[in-house]
């Protein structure tokens, strides 16, 4: 069974990309859908909106910037550590690994997807 099929204590994981940090926030699983939606998860450091990254993701340490890049470029191309538990599936270990992985990922993408990436970058 997924480790997160029973509902428990988890909760999801925001980062903020400028600050370098994550911070763990209520999951919409545990309040009404009304309330979640009005929520608005900022940065408790520079205010700035924070992304969710999922149960899954473990933040790099705040100093390395190169683990921070390649995360920003992962979410940046919609990949993110959402899962059931059972694990986000493959992201790449470091940033030079990164260019692979999104021309293969880009290749299950329809071609307006694959435009819109490009108009992106």
């Known amino acids: ?7 428990g204590p988890y909760k999801d994981t925001y980062a903020c990309f ?25 940065c408790p450091q520079c205010a700035a909106p924070m992304v969710s990254m999922g149960k899954d993701f473990r933040a790099p340490k705040q100093s390395d910037l190169k683990q921070w890049k390649k995360v920003a470029t992962l979410y940046c191309h919609g990949f993110t550590y959402h899962s059931c538990g059972c694990g ?5 270990a470091e940033l030079r690994e990164l260019p692979e992985f999104l021309e293969k990922s880009v290749h299950k993408r329809s071609e307006g997807e694959r ?5 992106v970058k």
């Not at 370098?20 to 900022?42: I, M």
Request: net charge positive.
């Open 115 to 119: 435009l819109l990436l490009r108009l």
């Open 88 to 92: 986000p599936g493959y992201r790449p």
């Open 18 to 42: 400028d600050c370098r940090k994550s911070f763990k926030q209520t999951s919409r699983h545990d309040l009404a859908p009304e309330v979640y939606d009005r929520l608005e998860f900022k």
């Open 1 to 7: 069974m997924c480790r997160y099929a029973m509902s």
